[in-house]
């Protein structure tokens, strides 16, 4: 069974760049027709899909983030990257890796706080 | 691309239905079947429930279903239990290969 696994910083300065990765286990990253999305959650308020990747390299992106945001893959570590740069305090959330297979996302991984903060 | 619209709050008793409803556009609800709906307890990752408007996957309590009429896609869950009191988040497809969530309902269980 597949399972995510979320790292990086939790605290990141205003202005700079939050880098978050996460680790596929149970499965190859590269199997099968799944999307590989990030998805944040600000304290006490809903979701937010931020983008997804494909394991050719191809990319979507929210609209709203589409200027801050990189999403990476590197299949040779099992693990897929967020980038979001010029970071503000709005982007303050938990952020989760998940699994999407065509329309819906499943498994998500267990979410990582990011803090931006001075 | 705004969020979709869920009520802030549901409750119901042991035992009831209740159904929570998730409004959008004809261009993300109302044009597609693919919603998704998800449910988040305190502290915890959402987990997949309900797809493809009415889908359960495997492991998902018939206890839940959803469907969808116009703009406005709806998650019902009979036979209340303490467990369901959680926070649930509709999702939905808006074209161009991004997706949108609901702003998330919380159930309370009385």
């Known amino acids: 069974q597949v399972q995510l696994q979320e790292s990086g910083p939790g605290l990141v300065k205003p202005s700079q760049t939050l880098s978050l990765t996460c680790t596929v286990s149970g499965g190859s990253i590269s199997s099968g027709s799944y999307y590989w999305s990030w998805i944040r959650q600000p304290a006490g308020k809903g979701l937010e899909w931020i983008g997804r990747?494909?394991?050719?390299?191809?990319?979507n992106y929210n609209p709203s983030l589409k200027s801050r945001v990189t999403i990476s893959v590197d299949t040779s570590k099992n693990q897929f990257s967020l980038k979001l740069n010029s970071v503000t305090a709005a982007d303050t959330a938990v952020y989760y890796c998940?699994?999407?297979?065509?329309?819906?996302?499943?498994?998500w991984g267990q979410g990582t706080l990011v803090t931006v903060s001075s | 691309q705004s969020a979709l619209t869920q009520p802030a709050s549901v409750s119901g008793s042991p035992g009831q239905s209740i159904t929570i409803s998730c409004t959008g556009t004809s261009s993300d609800v109302g044009g597609y079947n693919y919603v998704s709906w998800y449910q988040q307890h305190p502290g915890k990752a959402p987990k997949l429930m309900i797809y493809d408007v009415s889908k359960r996957p495997s492991g998902v309590s018939n206890r839940f279903s959803g469907s969808k009429s116009g703009n406005t896609a709806s998650l019902t869950i009979s036979g209340l239990q303490a467990e369901d009191e959680a926070d649930y988040y509709c999702c939905s497809y808006a074209g161009s290969s991004t997706w949108v969530f609901g702003g998330g309902t919380k159930l309370t269980v009385l």
């Open positions: 990747i494909y394991t050719s390299g191809s990319t």
């Open positions: 998940a699994g999407s297979y065509i329309n819906w996302f499943d498994p």
